[in-house]
């Protein structure tokens, strides 16, 4: 069982989860490193982070790439990723793309540290995950 | 025939040849790890030019490199097909060595785990630049819904790649095709053994039908 133990840092980090949620509009100006490095800064520093509208395929391609750089025995194991799978064929049509419908497809994405966050349970409209401390 | 056709005959394939034949399309074979997709690959290059590909391993990532075949000629319906196969690492967004200490001292599991990471950053490189179709190779006994899955075949798609979903393993008892068929209803799935050969002959005239 995860217990807070660091009882001289009294309400540092050590005593809990620390939980991002970050907004689409936050997201929208930024550059594809600069996202994929908030991100793996975030969950280095053993937070889960939550994005409202999730990465584009070619932003979470690098961010895969990116993740295996960044792995160290005993340090850094990897992420845990989840978003929603998609309901249906229609989402990826090719008018629905010419029409610039991309955003259409951004879906709430959870990231956190391999080692702390295991996925219970996932379907097209649930994603139940236990987080522990690390 | 005299020697007059003959020789028209031969010039007339050699410029055919020339003008329509194209680079022979990479096919990447991608999937998660142990999903049997150097199985697979050994089983096209065995069954089409003689020679395997890579080793197979029950313990995961023993493919840590993208492999290519080139110029497998798969004949169907009097009609040869020519592709690269690129047997690729398969793809995760973790790896512990302890996964491995099971199986190899430390250091071994260490380096491995290590050559596995550059493997799947490999893997994806590959997808964005150097592959024209997808076989994208599931465990047909494992549940097909996990977020690598996912993402993968949305990375596919947003590259507007011609992809084949081949759901193997269909000799074990847990197999479920019905399962990857409703993850994934976009796309063909295509249901096979790569390791006792079941179901080939409607692999060939799936590959031959989208990638030639």
């Known amino acids: ?134 | 025939m005299g020697l007059f056709t003959e020789l028209k005959d031969s010039i007339s394939r050699a410029t055919d040849r020339l003008f329509t034949e194209q680079e022979p399309k990479r096919i990447g074979i991608y999937g998660p790890p142990n999903a049997g997709k150097t199985t697979l690959a050994n089983r096209i290059a065995r069954d089409w030019t003689g020679d395997a590909i890579g080793t197979e391993s029950h313990v995961p990532h023993e493919t840590r490199r993208a492999r290519r075949k080139e110029n497998v000629e798969i004949e169907r319906n009097g009609k040869t097909v020519t592709i690269d196969i690129v047997d690729t690492p398969g793809v995760t967004t973790k790896v512990d060595y302890e996964e491995f200490t099971d199986e190899m001292d430390k250091e071994d599991a260490i380096r491995r785990s290590r050559e596995a990471t550059e493997g799947v950053a490999e893997a994806m490189h590959w997808l964005r630049e150097d592959v024209d179709g997808v076989i994208y190779v599931l465990d047909s006994a494992e549940d097909p819904i996990t977020q690598v899955n996912t993402m993968l075949i949305g990375i596919i798609e947003s590259r507007d790649l011609p992809v084949l979903i081949f759901a193997n393993k269909i000799d074990l008892d847990e197999s479920s095709v019905k399962r990857i068929e409703d993850a994934f209803p976009q796309h063909k799935t295509v249901p096979l053994s790569a390791k006792e050969g079941d179901n080939m002959d409607e692999v060939y005239d799936n590959i031959a039908e989208y990638f030639g």
Do not use: C, W
């Open chain 1, 1 to 134: 069982m995860p217990q807070a133990t660091d009882a001289e840092d009294g309400d540092g980090p050590s005593d809990g989860v620390q939980i991002d949620l970050i907004s689409g509009e936050r997201m929208e100006g930024m550059a594809t490193m600069e996202k994929i490095r908030m991100i793996l800064d975030g969950v280095h520093d053993g937070n889960i982070v939550i994005l409202e509208e999730g990465l584009t395929p070619d932003e979470e391609s690098r961010l895969i790439e990116v993740t295996m750089a960044e792995i160290s025995p005993d340090e850094f194991n990897g992420i845990e990723i989840e978003t929603y799978p998609k309901s249906d064929a229609g989402d990826s049509s090719l008018i629905g793309r010419i029409m610039g419908s991309e955003s259409s497809d951004a879906k709430l994405t959870v990231i956190g540290p391999a080692n702390q966050i295991e996925t219970l349970h996932k379907d097209e409209t649930l994603i139940s995950a236990l987080v522990s401390h690390n």
